[in-house]
């Protein structure tokens, strides 16, 4: 098992603010991408950095346990709260990078809005590749880099502060070259732009499977 890392940093008011702004950008069309993220999943699954619980409602009925594991403290309260609604969600408290479960233990591992904040995507890439068995699918949904060079631009500039303002949030990523260096195959990706917070600008999203080979 890998060694735990330090202990996760408070984000006590990110952490209240998503609980209240996740649920209007659901509203916006991120509900639609979540239920197109889960569907057709069957058997066990990992979610890592569950939040407060905004996917538990759209696991198909063929998935028959879900360990959603959530850092923050408030967030996983908040999915606690959710899941007693759901019987095959169990809320762990855990980090990406330290998955507390045996190798090739999940048939699909769940990633949403996730990537961009994980100080380390390359090792929380690593360890879910660890724990899903093989031929198991990676199921993600992430913010990424703009493709647009000088709008990447812009990103990389706006990322420090916005990373401070949003608990570590990056808008500079290029998840989907993470997921590929990883050893994922990519099975099938979808990249749009889509705006969840009102008076922020769009950004690019991507939204797709990749199998554990
Ligand atoms: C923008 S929220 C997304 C929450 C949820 N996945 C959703 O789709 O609404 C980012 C989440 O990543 C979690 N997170 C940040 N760093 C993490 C880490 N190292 N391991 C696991 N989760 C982490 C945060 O606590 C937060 O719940």
Known sequence: MPKPPAEYPSHSLFAWAYSRVGSASDNRGAQGHRRQLLAGLRGNVIEIGAGNGLNFLHYPDTVTEVVAAEPEPYLRSEAERVARGHRQVRVIDARAEAIPAGNASFDAAVTSLV?????????????????????????FYEHVASHHRSIARLEGLATPLWSRMAAGCHLNRDTLAEIEAAGFVLEEVERFSFGPIPLLPAVDHILGRASRP
């Open 115 to 139: 990537l961009c904040s994980v100080p380390n995507p390359r090792l929380a890439l690593a360890e879910l590749k660890r724990v899903l068995r093989p031929g198991g699918e990676l199921r």
